[in-house]
C-alpha cells in the first residue's frame, strides 16, 4: 500500500506562486496515477490536476488551467504541483492522492475515485 506525504503548503500573495510535492512510499511509484485534490472550508473537494502513470496523459480543473502544471519524477517518487498566479480562491487543503490507472478525464476528476490519499497541506493565499 503505497503512502503520501505532501510538502511545500504555507502562506502566499496572490499573484504568486507556490510548489506543492508528495513523496512516495511502500508501492511501486510509476504503477499510480496521481492526482492533487483540494478542499477549502465550506466546500466540496475538487480535484485539481492528474498525471498518468509516465506522465503522458494531464488532467486540469478549468479552475486552475493555464496557471498551475502536474509533473512527476518516477526515479524519486514524487509528484509536483506547480502553483502560479495563485489567487484566494485557490486557497484550501491539498491532498496528493493516487489510483492504480489513468482513466478518462470524467473518472479523474473525481476525488472519490481515488484509492489513496495523503494528510494534506494547507495552502493560503492573502489578497
Known amino acids: 500500500q503505497v503512502q503520501l506525504v505532501e510538502a511545500g503548503g504555507g502562506l502566499v500573495q496572490a499573484g504568486g506562486s507556490l510548489r506543492l510535492s508528495c513523496a512516495a512510499s511502500g508501492g511501486t511509484f510509476s504503477r499510480y496515477a496521481m492526482g492533487w485534490v483540494r478542499q477549502a472550508p465550506g466546500k466540496e473537494r475538487e480535484c485539481v490536476a492528474a498525471?498518468?502513470?509516465?506522465?503522458?496523459?494531464?488532467y486540469f480543473a478549468d479552475s486552475v488551467k493555464g496557471r498551475f502544471t502536474i509533473s512527476r519524477d518516477n526515479a524519486k517518487n514524487t509528484v509536483y504541483l506547480q502553483m502560479n498566479s495563485v489567487k484566494p480562491e485557490d486557497t484550501a487543503v491539498y491532498y496528493c492522492?493516487?489510483?492504480?490507472?489513468?482513466?478518462?478525464?470524467?473518472?479523474?476528476?473525481?476525488?472519490?475515485?481515488?484509492?489513496?490519499w495523503g494528510q494534506g497541506t494547507q495552502v493560503t493565499v492573502s489578497s
Open positions: 492522492t493516487a489510483r492504480f490507472a489513468w482513466q478518462t478525464a470524467h473518472v479523474m476528476k473525481d476525488p472519490g475515485s481515488y484509492d489513496h
Open positions: 498525471i498518468s502513470r509516465g506522465g503522458g496523459s494531464t
